[in-house]
C-alpha cells in the first residue's frame, strides 16, 4: 500500500532557483496539506485542499504556491528559492472527516544554498 | 485560536521506565485530540486520538493518553518505554467540526539502555 508518497525525497537548490515538489496519494482522500517541519517549531500548514481544483493558504503561505489539479496530486511550488525555506516539507491527506486522521508522506528533505 | 503548548522538548529515560510526555491545549470549544509518532525519516503516524467518550485512549504498542478538560490536557504515558520508543511525539488539536490540525512544537523521547 503506498499512502502517501512524496517525491523527490532530497533536493538542494541554490537561492533564486525554482522547484515543485509532488504528492500523490492512492486513498482517494479529498483533503490534501503540505507542512514544512522546523526544528522546535513542530509542523506548520502552509496551503491545503479540500477537493480537485481547490486551494486555501495555511498558516505560512508566503513564497509558496499549489495546485490540486487531480484529487490523488498536490503540488507544493517554490519559485525563487530563499534559505529560509530550507526545511523538511510534508504531505498528508485525508478524508476532511475531523474524527479522522490525516495521513503522512515521509517528507522531502530541502536545502537552499 | 487554538494552540497546543508541549513543555518538554526532550525526555531521556532508561530502558522498561516509565514515561510521560505533556501536552497541553487551549480552545474555546469541543476539540479532538491526537498524538502523532515520528520514527528517525520518515512521516508522521497516528498513535491515538480523542474524540469522545472515555477519557483514556490506548494505543496498540501501550501508549495511552487521558484527556482532563479542567486541566485542558492530553499528557502521553507509558509504563516501561523499550528502546524501539525513541522516537518524536507530537500532540495536535483539531476542531470538532473542521479538519485542520494545530501541533504542538514536538518531543523528542531518548531511551537508553
Known amino acids: 500500500n503506498a499512502g502517501v508518497t512524496q517525491t523527490p525525497k532530497f533536493r538542494v537548490l541554490k537561492t533564486g532557483q525554482s522547484m515543485t515538489l509532488l504528492c500523490a496519494q492512492d486513498?482517494?482522500?479529498?483533503?490534501m496539506y503540505w507542512y514544512r517541519q522546523d526544528p522546535g517549531m513542530g509542523l506548520r500548514l502552509i496551503h491545503y485542499?479540500?477537493?480537485?481544483?481547490?486551494?486555501a493558504k495555511g498558516e505560512v503561505p508566503d513564497g509558496y504556491n499549489v495546485s490540486r489539479l487531480k484529487k490523488q496530486n498536490f503540488l507544493l511550488g517554490l519559485e525563487s528559492a530563499a534559505p529560509s525555506q530550507t526545511s523538511v516539507y510534508f504531505c498528508?491527506?485525508?478524508?476532511?472527516?475531523?474524527?479522522?486522521?490525516?495521513?503522512f508522506g515521509d517528507g522531502t528533505r530541502l536545502s537552499i544554498l | 485560536a487554538q494552540s497546543v503548548t508541549q513543555l518538554d522538548s526532550q525526555v531521556p529515560v532508561f530502558e522498561e521506565a516509565p514515561v510521560e510526555l505533556r501536552c497541553n491545549y487551549s480552545?474555546?470549544?469541543?476539540?479532538?485530540l491526537f498524538w502523532y509518532v515520528q520514527y528517525p525519516n520518515q512521516g508522521l503516524q497516528l498513535l491515538l486520538k480523542y474524540l469522545s467518550g472515555s477519557t483514556l485512549v490506548e494505543s496498540i504498542n501501550g501508549f495511552e493518553a487521558e484527556f482532563n478538560k479542567s486541566q485542558t490536557s492530553f499528557h502521553l504515558r507509558k509504563p516501561s518505554v523499550h528502546i524501539s520508543d525513541t522516537a518524536e511525539y507530537f500532540c495536535?488539536?483539531?476542531?470538532?467540526?473542521?479538519?485542520?490540525?494545530?501541533f504542538g512544537t514536538g518531543t523528542r523521547l531518548l531511551v537508553s539502555p
Open positions: 480552545s474555546s470549544v469541543s476539540v479532538y
Open positions: 485542499s479540500v477537493g480537485e481544483g481547490t486551494t
Open positions: 486513498m482517494n482522500h479529498e483533503y
Open positions: 495536535a488539536v483539531s476542531l470538532s467540526g473542521f479538519q485542520k490540525l494545530v
Open positions: 498528508a491527506s485525508s478524508t476532511g472527516q475531523p474524527r479522522q486522521p490525516q495521513h
